[in-house]
């Protein structure tokens, strides 16, 4: 069974300090990996993913994601948190079975910058 | 470009009521999720179509859900006999594929709210 955990419900960090936000996973397979973001009253904002090559994804609005398999991780990054990254995070993977199209959520970390 | 849109955005039904809620994927997308947000949790599947076909409805919580794409292209999800565990945040998704590969894009949601 596919599962993800983020063990952090909320993380404060410095404007300008890198951050971090955890995932770690479960998965039977392949994984396929991804992070959404979620503002107030918006819908969920597709981030990154990770399929198959290198382990470092690079994706939208200057985050970038770990993928690594011995720690069955795959924890979101930035070099230098701004105010307006403040939000909550998703992580989800995919199963790798035939079929298995949709996606299990962890159960988001809220993200506060601070100015 | 126009993304994934959801009606209504908010719904109050009293108990017993039947709700339809609606979703507008992106133009040619082929494959369309349903997904549940309970407050202060991640989305949880509910079914999911490539065109009209419903391929997957296991995380349908009880008959009384039902989902529908005649088309291959609106999708509306109905539940009958609200209940008030089914208050949560309906999100639609859509993705260009039904392969694994292929990020999802998430409407907006529909807040129901039974009382």
């Known amino acids: 069974a596919q599962s993800v955990a983020q063990p952090e419900d909320q993380v404060n960090v410095a404007e300008g300090n890198p951050l971090t936000v955890k995932c770690t996973y479960s998965v039977s397979g392949n994984p396929y990996l991804f992070w959404y973001v979620q503002y107030p009253n918006r819908g969920l904002q597709f981030l990154l993913k990770y399929i198959t090559g290198d382990n470092l994804v690079k994706g939208s609005y200057g985050f970038e994601a770990e993928f690594n398999k011995s720690q069955t991780s795959f924890h979101l990054k930035k070099p230098s948190a701004l105010v307006s990254d403040s939000a909550l995070y998703f992580c989800a993977v995919r199963g790798g079975q035939t079929g298995a199209n949709n996606l299990f959520f962890g159960t988001g970390t809220r993200l506060t910058v601070i100015p | 470009g126009a993304g994934v849109s959801q009606s209504p955005r908010y719904k109050v039904a009293k108990r017993g009521q039947d709700v339809a809620l609606r979703c507008d994927p992106i133009?040619?997308?082929?494959?369309l999720f349903w997904y549940q947000q309970a407050l202060g949790q991640g989305p949880e599947f509910l079914t999911y179509?490539?065109?009209?076909?419903?391929?997957?409805k296991s995380g349908l919580p009880s008959d009384r859900f039902f989902a529908e794409r005649p088309e291959g292209s609106v999708s509306t999800l109905k539940i009958q006999r609200t209940q008030q565990e089914d208050s949560a945040v309906y999100l639609c998704a859509s993705s260009l594929g039904g392969g694994t590969y292929y990020e999802q894009y998430f409407g907006p949601g529909t807040r129901l709210t039974v009382t």
């Open positions: 133009s040619g997308h082929v494959s």
């Open positions: 179509f490539q065109n009209e076909a419903q391929l997957d």
